[in-house]
């Protein structure tokens, strides 16, 4: 009995370093993959250092070829290129920034709305875009969307013609281009940037 009873208090206490040891190392490992990731890790690619007032030059630039290669003329909305937060790493926008441009052209006093979509079908390749989807949106009304990708600057372009809006509302295109995430410099204060 004696010694069936040393053989038991034996097991346990092996058993319970054994578990004492396995959890210590639990805990360290779970220590250091609570390190939160890169902003690299999160997005996939480095951000860039960059400073504000060129990133939305960029940006308005590419707005305005685009609005060339549609190759229409008509009403289009003042705003310009502003700074959002790139919310994949940084929400509160204290580091990380994105530039983006939405506007619209609507009023047509020449050509068409299909005509402009059909421009940038040939336009946005020959000028090293690559388009990615071309094709109805997922909305109810499945209206044409053209979405691009600049795989140099690795600036987006989502155009999206607006032709069955409801009641009296015209029929428009709406565009977006947006940079990637960048970081701003030291010291920037982005918020009187934006």
């Known amino acids: ?23 210590g190392l639990v805990v360290m490992m779970g220590c250091s993959s609570m390190t939160e990731p890169s902003a690299e890790q999160i997005l996939g690619y480095q951000p860039e250092v960059r400073e504000i007032a060129p990133a939305k030059r960029q ?13 229409v003329e008509g009403t289009v909305s003042e705003p310009a290129a502003g700074v959002r937060a790139c919310d994949a790493v940084d929400p509160k926008l204290t580091k990380y920034y994105v530039v983006s441009h939405p506007w619209s052209i609507y009023d047509l006093r020449k050509g068409t709305f299909e005509q402009a979509m059909q421009n940038l079908r040939v ?16 909305s109810r009304d499945k209206d044409p969307q053209i979405v691009a990708v600049d795989r140099k600057s690795h600036h987006t372009l989502t155009v999206e013609w607006l032709s069955n809006r409801a009641g009296s ?20 204060d982005i918020y009187k940037e934006k």
């Open 169 to 188: 509302l015209k029929d428009m295109i709406g565009v977006d281009v947006d940079s990637r995430c960048y970081r701003a410099p030291e010291g920037t």
């Open 59 to 71: 940006v308005n630039d590419i707005s305005s070829r685009v609005l060339d290669w549609m190759g």
């Open 1 to 23: 009995m004696n010694k069936n009873r040393s053989a038991f208090k034996y097991m346990i206490r092996r058993t319970v370093l054994g578990s004492a040891s396995a959890l």
């Open 123 to 138: 336009q946005l390749p020959k000028h090293g875009w690559e388009i990615t989807k071309d094709g109805p949106m997922k």
